[in-house]
């Protein structure tokens, strides 16, 4: 007569077992899952992307300055000034900016604003200079003053 017998058992116990009852050199053993096991695994498997997706950014949207532009005040007025004794380069402003105690990295951005107020030109040689505009009304100002 056979009887077939199931029973669940730990991987470890059932090495303790073994070990103990059986002195075995070489022994194998294999995990069998049921079914319904390995359908869940299949299942698992199939819904994997084979790229993992990523969210996409959200569109940053610059904000426009909420303080006026202004070149009689600040900075403006200290790269403006510094143009009006002749052309200079960025780099060649950074000095008097630090002493004024404004950032010498700040420059060029300020330099790019002027220029789309129609305040300073660039050349083509990294010089910039005042626009005909700025320059009449600063020594108008010298005048006045």
Same mark, same amino acid.
């Given at each position: 007569?056979?009887?077939?017998?199931? !029973?669940?058992? *730990?991987?470890?116990?059932?090495?303790? %077992? /073994?070990?103990?009852?059986?002195?075995?050199?070489?022994?194998?053993? =294999?995990?069998?899952?049921?079914?319904?096991?390995?359908?869940?695994?299949?299942?698992?498997?199939?819904?994997?992307?084979?790229?993992?997706?990523?969210?996409?950014?959200?569109?940053?949207?610059?904000?426009?300055?909420?303080?006026? !532009?202004?070149? *009689?005040?600040?900075?403006?007025?200290? %790269? /403006?000034?510094?143009?009006?004794?002749?052309?200079?380069?960025?780099? =060649?402003?950074?000095?008097s900016l630090k002493e004024g105690g404004y950032s010498p990295s700040s420059v060029s951005s300020r330099l790019q604003e002027l220029l789309t107020h129609g305040m300073v030109?660039?050349?083509?040689?990294?010089?910039?200079?005042?626009?005909?505009?700025?320059?009449?009304?600063?020594?108008?100002?010298?005048?006045?003053?």
């Amino acid at each position: 007569m056979k009887l077939k017998v199931a !029973f669940t058992i *730990d991987s470890k116990t059932l090495f303790q %077992i /073994l070990a103990k009852a059986l002195p075995l050199e070489d022994l194998h053993v =294999e995990e069998q899952l049921h079914q319904a096991e390995l359908d869940a695994v299949a299942k698992q498997l199939a819904h994997k992307p084979d790229k993992v997706s990523f969210r996409k950014r959200k569109a940053y949207k610059r904000t426009v300055p909420t303080i006026p !532009f202004n070149p *009689d005040k600040g900075i403006n007025k200290i %790269i /403006l000034s510094l143009l009006a004794k002749g052309p200079h380069r960025a780099i =060649e402003m950074r000095p008097s900016l630090k002493e004024g105690g404004y950032s010498p990295s700040s420059v060029s951005s300020r330099l790019q604003e002027l220029l789309t107020h129609g305040m300073v030109t660039k050349h083509g040689d990294g010089l910039w200079s005042l626009a005909e505009q700025s320059s009449a009304k600063l020594q108008e100002d010298k005048l006045h003053a």
